[in-house]
């Protein structure tokens, strides 16, 4: 007949079991680790890469031959119209100056110094 295992034989196997069930968990935890940060690198390049807002935008009409308004870089209506292009500051002050509307929101004439 086989004998019982002893109360102190059973508590070492539990604690063999709980010391490979906590490197496991370990490991599990490492590897989440590692893989957000490979993912945080990642976005952290690619903002980095990311070129910058233009300052300036001119917006066109339905017709791309004529421009509607001038805005900052960060204005939010020229983001929700989607009929804007890149322009540079020469531009932009040049636009003002033919007498073409700034966008009442974002008011890049007056960041020019320029009151319309």
Do not use: Y
Request: hydrophobic share 35%; aromatic share 6%; charged share 25%.
């Amino acid at each position: 007949m086989d004998e019982e295992p002893s109360r102190l034989q059973l508590l070492r196997f539990a604690r063999r079991v709980v010391v490979q069930q906590a490197a496991a968990a370990l490991d599990q935890l490492d590897s989440w680790i590692a893989a957000e940060q490979q993912r945080e690198d990642g976005q952290r390049r690619a903002q980095e890469m990311r070129p910058s807002p233009p300052e300036w935008l001119i917006e066109h009409g339905l017709n791309t031959r004529n421009i509607d308004f001038v805005h900052t870089g960060d204005c939010w209506a020229a983001a929700k119209s989607g009929r804007c292009k890149p322009a540079t500051r020469q531009q932009a002050l040049d636009a003002l100056r033919q007498q073409i509307p700034a966008c009442t929101h974002c008011r890049p004439d007056t960041a020019f110094g320029v009151l319309g």
